[in-house]
């Protein structure tokens, strides 16, 4: 974990700050990718990351990856994606307001890394 970074584009910073402050992003049993904006129920152990006046909290099972990169896509609602330089053995759920895109997608601009705590 000492070399992943978070990074979240300043729309998706707003966004996540008008909706609670806090994103979380596991993987489940069944290797599918998810997030939240509320905490799961079952409970987890999640490295914190901070910024831009939101937490983003990634879990354990996450962890394995150089990246994360949390984006807002406006069409054709809003709702975030999340990327990682990593989609072997990871499938992505997809699904309206939740939906989680991983995989090797552009680099979005004026990415604001946050720091681990």
Same mark, same amino acid.
């Given at each position: 974990?000492?070399?992943?970074? $978070?990074?979240?584009?300043?729309? =998706?910073? =707003? ?37 831009? %006046? ?7 099972? =996450?962890? %394995?990856?150089?990246?994360?990169? $949390? ?13 990682? %330089? ?17 995989? %090797? ?13």
């Amino acid at each position: 974990m000492a070399d992943l970074q $978070v990074q979240v584009s300043p729309d =998706a910073a =707003a966004y996540v700050n008008e909706h609670g402050r806090q994103l979380f992003i596991w993987v489940d049993d069944h290797e599918l990718l998810h997030w939240r904006l509320e905490p799961p129920t079952d409970a987890n152990s999640w490295s914190r990351f901070d910024g831009q %006046d939101i937490t983003i909290y990634v879990d354990e099972s =996450a962890l %394995d990856v150089s990246y994360w990169r $949390v984006v807002l896509d406006h069409l054709p609602w809003k709702r975030l994606h999340v990327y990682s %330089d990593v989609n072997v053995g990871i499938r992505s759920l997809h699904m309206d307001e939740r939906d989680v895109h991983l995989g %090797d997608g552009p680099s979005p601009p004026q990415l604001i890394p946050l720091s681990a705590e």
